[in-house]
């Protein structure tokens, strides 16, 4: 950015804070000094960082969302037989890249417009792997067997296409209930009986009830994850006000130097480079194991050297390349039951990045309107033949809250970088080689994070009340013991219906629905006041903020100049996931000064992440 008249000077600072007029000063060396909120954006929703951070922005969201796309195709291909075809795994993998790729353009640009990335659902895996595992679906026993398995046999791939095909099928018709659940506003609806005592549980179910992922990747090697957490730790919490001085330029040719907090805004990034450089250089001087058998093999680089080989520069996934869907009624219903929770999840992600974010909440059109695309997104993840749906990825949504780079611009240019690995297949493979314990290692910050952030939305609740405690805590441990107790116990439902026992099983098994279920019901069934149930807080804004409320809740609105076109008309209100107009004549134009809307409070105060509204109870 250029700073002041006579330098173009490159300062790492929000988009309204590097000029003279906002009233910041000016150092000595020409750097502007600003004082630093620990918790405040450092780009908000709508700004955009400067190009060549945004690069680094995205990559890095790239990267945090890297593991759970790949993790979700590779559990599934050995319900899919595929286990032993690896060429067949990575244009599966390319495949859900391409689709997450454009989920996300789609979401950011039409759906909740918000800073989240769409990826695979673990929603959405649980029932398919239900599905593959009964006796009528279960792979051949030949396909267990590497040296039977010949992948280019007429036999081998009929048994793969045919259960994959049954997968889309079952996607995409069960992706059209959330289709209409998000479009019809009955989501929006649903939103007048779910607060704090629903979202909570259910978020902080996503990050507690994938503990043994994340063990189970860090447990490969606990040397290399322990370093990975452990720097990441380092960058985004002690080192995370610590300026890096860089050169800059000046149009007198005096040498200057700007300030760049590098560890405050890429230490996901930067902890996961280093780790992978260290695995990197144990590989190539043989101290990691070369025997899969031992411990620390999986550090090693090149456990997956024979896909690179393999592998084509460029693919072109394509709607139908495994062949005409099939449609399965007892899949079908499976996959409904993962689609609704993916749905509560995904809700639980709105909100949890809007309060990331220091922005408003999601009015019920945008909410209405995401669950829509996303269930659009489910529906093409079913026709290119994913073997699952998309969601909004909470890891990414954590990451928002440890790098404060809230920028939609930056989510948009991670959905093309997901879009390019897509295409370019050895691109792709490349990032197959990350090892497992530096997932591992990522994965204990980022799942602590998001149970963390599910249980701070009960800061809007009366946390004094016994009420609160009963029902966030029977929900919590509830959620925790009963999808256990059935997983060890697959046969204990028996009401006679098959499909119905499938189902139930499927439900019952997983957490966030559970949790969720329990802590919408008695939060609405168990008499309490709106103060104690934190709706209050949820309604509730500031009379002086009002006017940013409404700036804020802009930032939902449609792109290209949509929502102004529509507002004149009277028919928008019977719409429920279009924007209605805005009354902003209650304001003067005087008094909405937009461009210091970043920095009229004093950075160095400690507050919330935004401190504006009572809405997450954080002032």
């Known amino acids: 950015m250029i700073s002041g008249n006579d330098s173009c000077e490159l300062s790492y600072l929000p988009p309204d804070m590097n000029e003279q007029v ?4 000016k150092e000595e060396d020409g750097s502007i000094s600003v004082p630093k909120d620990k918790n405040k954006p450092l780009y908000r929703v709508t700004d955009v960082p400067p190009w060549y951070l945004c690069i680094f922005f995205a990559f890095q969201h790239y990267l945090t969302a890297f593991g759970g796309m790949i993790v979700t195709p590779v559990i599934l291909a050995e319900g899919l037989c595929l286990q032993h075809d690896s060429l067949t795994q990575s244009h599966l993998i390319n495949t859900v890249f391409l689709v997450s790729g454009l989920s996300t353009v789609l ?27 009964t006796p009528e679906w279960k792979c ?34 069960a992706s059209i209930l959330q289709i209409l659940v998000g479009f019809s ?26 503990y043994d992922t994340a063990g189970h990747k860090a447990g490969s090697h606990w040397g290399i994850s322990a370093m990975t957490t452990a720097l990441i730790i380092l960058f985004s919490q002690y080192l995370r006000f610590i300026p890096v001085p860089l050169p800059t330029c000046s149009t007198n040719k005096r040498l200057r130097t700007s300030r760049f907090y590098v560890f405050q805004s890429m230490p996901i990034l930067l902890g996961i480079l280093i780790s992978w450089l260290v695995c990197y250089i144990l590989t190539i001087s043989d101290i990691l194991p070369s ?30 390349q495994w062949g005409m869907p099939i449609v399965n009624v007892a899949s079908v219903l499976g996959i409904i039951s993962g689609i609704i929770c993916s749905m509560t999840e995904s809700v639980g992600d709105y909100y949890s990045c809007a309060k990331l974010a220091g922005a408003a909440p999601p009015p019920n059109h945008a909410i209405n309107r995401g669950i829509g695309i996303e269930g659009l997104c489910s529906l093409l993840a079913g026709a290119f033949g994913t073997g699952n749906g998309m969601t909004s990825f909470s890891e990414n949504v954590a990451a928002l809250g440890m790098t404060k780079v809230c920028s939609r611009g930056v ?106 279920f329990l802590g919408f019901f008695l939060d609405n069934t168990i008499p309490g006041t709106r103060h104690e149930r934190g709706l209050l807080a949820w309604e509730s804004k500031h009379p002086e903020d009002l006017k940013d409320t409404l700036e804020d809740e802009d930032l939902y609105d449609l792109p290209f100049g949509i929502t102004s076109i529509l507002s004149s008309q009277s028919w928008v209100r019977y719409i429920p996931f279009l924007p209605r107009k805005k009354n902003t004549a209650l304001f003067k134009s005087e008094d909405r000064d937009l461009s210091q809307s970043h920095v009229t409070e004093p950075l160095g105060k400690e507050t919330g992440v935004m401190d504006k509204f009572t809405l997450y109870g954080l002032n």
């Open 411 to 516: 989510i948009l240019l991670s959905g093309i970088f997901l879009i390019l690995t897509g295409i370019l297949g050895k691109i792709g493979v490349i990032f197959t080689t990350m090892p497992a314990p530096v997932l591992g290692g990522m994965f204990l910050i980022m799942f602590g994070i998001i149970a963390a952030t599910g249980i701070s939305t009960l800061q809007s609740t009366d946390m004094n009340s016994s009420r609160t405690i009963f029902i966030f805590g029977f929900s919590i441990f509830s959620a925790l013991s009963i999808p256990n107790w059935i997983i060890k116990n697959p046969d204990f439902i028996k009401t006679g219906v098959t499909m119905l026992d499938r189902v139930l099983s499927i439900l019952l098994a997983t957490p966030m629905f559970v949790g969720g």
């Open 107 to 133: 979401q950011v640009t039409f759906g909740v417009r918000l800073p989240i990335i769409q990826g695979s659902s673990f929603a959405l895996l649980l029932p398919a792997l239900a599905f593959l595992s």
């Open 291 to 320: 025997n899969p058998a031992q411990y620390g093999y999986l550090a090693r680089t090149d456990v997956k050297g024979n896909v690179m080989n393999g592998t084509s520069w460029f693919t072109v996934p394509y709607p139908g």
């Open 140 to 173: 051949p026993d030949w396909t267990h067997n590497a040296s039977l398995v010949n992948t280019s046999s007429p036999l081998f791939i009929e048994v793969w296409q045919t259960r994959l095909r049954t997968l889309q099928g079952s996607i995409m018709l």
């Open 22 to 25: 906002d009233g910041h000063p």
């Open 185 to 210: 506003g009955l989501i929006g609806f649903l939103m007048r009986f779910i607060g704090p005592l629903t979202i909570a549980p259910t978020v902080c179910l996503i990050g507690l009830s994938l």
